[in-house]
């Protein structure tokens, strides 16, 4: 079965037990600026998670694309991917782990065949935090699972966090049995020797983490994943992701066009591939902070590899066509992107390819240096060197050090250079933002106060509820982004615009105090991302119709702003709506 009919099937055998289809978010998230990438599908459903109503109910579907990029030096062995798509299924406290174990049981052994002896599945032992799951257990048995396919593991196995905070829970996981030889009398799901691959995970999230502690969450909410990469090539019978129709034409392609040939650095070079085209047809572009350098990363280390296998980069186009052709029906949005994807990557790699060999040079004469005084590590900053002088991403230099006998020190180490380097450039930026204007030009000042009066406006006109969720400022315009369960009429778009420029008319004076951003909170400040504050935050206030947590800076009256017009308004993501509006 191909990954676009079992992306299919998976959705409507949800849509049939009364989920609603929705689409995939970005895989660059728009309003948390706290991650670099969508990582999971429940990333994008955190606030319905956590309680708040989803507009189309309690029950959903979807494929969501994701990156993860923390595993991006074991690309190139036959499981890891940095791009994926996670098929999910969602109950916002509505059923729970029966309904969800009946669900999961039936579509994989009626909708996907699989045979019942071939799944295993893990459940959580129990522990201070929350309870041996032994429903769980006994919803597998009375699904038809034996109970010696049942297993037991602690929180490093089966509890799910998406990183250190947020909505948790315990899990249950389910394995495809590939039919190899067990690797030895204890060879269990929990172990690595590919006997077993894990298929799906459902997790029952019903705890909120926070500073360590756990407490209940008001709605427990059930939240599955299913790696679509591998589901495919299990059920295809194929030995990993890299033979299915995903990899295979690009795979066999590179083949041809290497003179040096390796599979790994064929997997790297095509998986990479698909990753960056994924992220730039969401709007990324390589740069050297955050998601941009992630990007960069990928693409650079791409390059490298071609340049092993003796590819030349003449055929890049041809590849990039080759990989779109062979996505396209799955994600639209490469083909819609396709010429600003080969764009972006062919000017990035021309980039990296005139700092590569200076680069490689500045290398051989670190380790000839290193070796003649008799050591054989590479120290954080002569890797953070390489990056910064010759754009050697830390992978690279360490895959240069492998390849001539020769040690890095732990990534971790030149990450925390990276941070220290980062840093000192954001309190660099951060600095002329608080010396006053600069950068920050007369329009693009009253553009952001007129978002502090559609922000108070919208609770005004539309709901209480409603709260800002996002927003972009240009010289020409202003992008607003917040949660609300419709789209809008005219009429209240009508009286938004009323609201907005009557508050204008008033002439109201703006001013701020600065003050503890907990005591801003308790004040009712409006706030996105409280924890993202420094301790002591200003807060600006409009009259007495908007007091919002915000750097600044403002016009003093509200009088200068001119006449304020929606020119726009549209969905922007699940349950959030976006609003274009201009000062004439
Ligand atoms: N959030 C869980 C995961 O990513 C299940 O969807 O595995």
């Not at 083909?335 to 600003?340: C, G, K, L, S, Y």
């Not at 002569?382 to 830390?394: I, M, W």
């Not at 990450?415 to 951060?430: D, I, L, P, R, V």
């Not at 609770?459 to 020409?476: A, F, L, Y």
């Amino acid at each position: 079965m191909k990954a676009i009919e079992i992306r299919e099937k998976y959705l409507k055998f949800f849509e049939r037990h009364n989920h609603k289809r929705i689409p995939s978010a970005s895989l660059i998230p728009e309003n948390d600026p706290s991650v670099l990438f969508t990582t999971a599908g429940m990333q994008p459903l955190v606030p319905y998670l956590l309680g708040q109503k989803h507009p189309e109910g309690t029950r959903l579907t979807d494929y969501q694309k994701c990156v993860r990029t923390n595993d991006i030096e074991e690309v190139g062995d036959n499981r890891h991917l940095t791009f994926f798509e996670m098929l999910g299924n969602w109950s916002l406290g509505d059923y729970f782990k029966e309904e969800s174990i009946a669900m999961s049981f039936e579509f994989l052994t009626k909708e996907l065949g699989i045979p019942v002896e071939k799944i295993s599945v893990t459940c959580f032992a129990g522990d201070e935090d929350c309870e041996r799951d032994n429903v769980t257990a006994e919803c597998w048995k009375k699904a038809g699972i034996a109970e010696d396919h049942i297993y037991f593991y602690g929180k490093d196995d089966n509890w799910w966090i998406a990183g250190e905070e947020g909505p948790c829970g315990p899990d249950t996981e389910m394995f495809y049995d590939t039919g190899k030889e067990p690797c030895g009398p204890d060879c269990q799901p929990s172990c690595d020797c590919g006997k077993y691959v894990e298929i799906w995970n459902n997790v029952f999230m019903q705890f909120l983490k926070k500073d360590g502690k756990y407490t209940k969450l008001p709605q427990q909410n059930v939240d599955t994943g299913m790696g679509l990469e591998r589901i495919t090539f299990l059920l295809e019978g194929k030995k990993d992701p890299f033979e299915t129709e995903l990899f295979a034409p690009v795979m066999d392609k590179l083949q041809e066009l290497a003179t040096n040939d390796s599979i790994e650095s064929r997997r790297i070079a095509a998986e990479h591939l698909r990753s960056s085209m994924m992220i730039i047809a969401d709007g990324g572009r390589p740069s050297n902070v955050d998601r941009g350098y992630v990007l960069r990363r990928i693409i650079r280390r791409m390059t490298r590899h071609l340049n092993k296998l003796g590819i030349d980069l003449s055929k890049m186009s041809d590849l990039i066509d080759l990989d779109i052709d062979i996505l396209k029906d799955m994600y639209q949005e490469l083909d819609a992107n396709r010429e600003t994807i080969k764009e972006t990557i062919i000017a990035e790699q021309e980039k990296f390819m005139r700092t590569l060999e200076r680069g490689e040079r500045e290398f051989t004469k670190v380790i000839n240096k290193l070796k003649a005084e008799n050591k054989n590590l590479i120290d954080a900053d002569t890797a953070f060197n390489l990056y910064e002088t010759y754009g050697f991403p830390p992978e690279i230099t360490r895959e240069l050090a492998k390849e001539n006998n020769f040690e890095v020190v732990e990534t971790a180490e030149i990450e925390k250079k990276f941070k220290e380097h980062q840093e000192k450039s954001k309190a660099g930026s951060e600095q002329k933002f608080k010396g006053g204007l600069s950068g920050t030009g007369e329009q693009e000042i009253k553009y952001h106060t007129a978002t502090h009066l559609l922000n108070a406006a919208l609770r005004v006109v539309i709901s209480p509820d409603c709260h800002q969720k996002g927003s972009n400022i240009t010289p020409e315009r202003m992008r607003f982004d917040f949660n609300c369960d419709h789209k809008l009429t005219d009429e209240e778009k009508q009286k938004l615009e009323d609201q907005v420029n009557a508050w204008i008319e008033q002439d109201l004076p703006v001013s701020f105090e600065e003050m503890n951003k907990n005591d801003a909170a308790a004040k009712g400040a409006e706030h996105e991302f409280l924890e993202r504050y420094p301790d002591i935050v200003k807060v600006y206030t409009i009259g007495d119709v908007s007091m919002e947590i915000c750097g600044g800076p403002h016009v003093e009256h509200t009088g200068v702003l001119g006449h304020f017009k929606i020119k726009k308004e549209e969905a922007s993501s699940a349950g959030i709506r976006r609003i274009k509006a201009i000062l004439e």
